[in-house]
């Protein structure tokens, strides 16, 4: 996700966080520590929150809603249709 404003706080942390994040940021070259906490708030993003939350899924949903369905009559004629 990629937003347009940005906005700004202080957070306080702990030692072992800070470690964590200095420990992100030199693993995958970022500039400072917003970056490194900007990543880590991606990431739990992309895995914990729950699909309808996460923009991808939607845009996801909006293309196979547009697409022509295939109607059947019953569980086993979808069944058959499957096995070919």
């Known amino acids: 996700m990629n ?7 202080v957070i306080k ?5 800070d470690r964590v994040l200095n420990i992100v940021k030199a693993q995958n070259s970022l500039k400072n520590k917003s970056q490194a906490i900007e990543l880590i708030i991606n990431i739990y993003a992309d895995s914990f929150l729950e699909p309808e939350l996460r923009e991808s899924c939607i ?11 295939k ?9 058959r249709s499957i096995e070919g």
């Open 3 to 9: 937003y347009n404003k940005m906005v700004q706080g």
């Open 13 to 17: 942390i702990g030692q072992e966080q």
């Open 59 to 69: 845009k996801k949903l909006k293309k196979i809603e547009v697409q022509k369905g």
């Open 71 to 79: 109607k059947f009559k019953s569980i086993d004629e979808l069944r």
